[in-house]
């Protein structure tokens, strides 16, 4: 069983920063691909960013390439997405998603989700 816990969401104003963590319980972390989605309120839930179980590949939406980081740790379980430049638009409650599979950009090859955590930038 795998579980995901994210933290460090909160509000920022318009070209500020934010980091979000995401914590994984389960022994094999580093064999999962990580991920991160998002969903704004009367919007679909959209891919945001991901990383290889070895870090060595990541993906991007084009909206945040160039101001958002995705990285991990594995010895300590976690994975992080760094924000800055952050707009309006960036607000939605992101979650932190799990997959024994490569890096893919679709919802249905992540079975595991965290309860997300909001992110509200304000103009």
């Known amino acids: 069983q795998v579980q995901l816990l994210e933290s460090g969401g909160g509000s920022v104003q318009a070209g500020g920063s934010l980091r979000l963590s995401c914590g994984v319980s389960?022994?094999?972390?580093?064999?999962?691909?990580m991920g991160w989605f998002r969903q704004a309120p009367g919007k679909e839930r959209e891919f945001v960013a991901a990383?290889?179980?070895?870090?060595?590949?990541?993906d991007y939406t084009d909206s945040v390439k160039g101001r958002f980081t995705i990285s991990r740790l594995n010895a300590r379980n976690m994975v992080a997405l760094q924000m800055n430049s952050l707009k309006p638009e960036d607000t939605a409650v992101y979650s932190c998603?799990?997959?024994?599979?490569?890096?893919?950009?679709?919802?249905?090859?992540?079975?595991?989700w965290g309860q997300g955590t909001q992110v509200t930038v304000s103009s």
């Open positions: 998603v799990a997959s024994l599979g490569t890096v893919t950009r679709s919802q249905k090859e992540y079975p595991y």
């Open positions: 389960g022994r094999t972390f580093s064999s999962y691909a």
């Open positions: 990383i290889s179980w070895d870090g060595l590949t990541s």
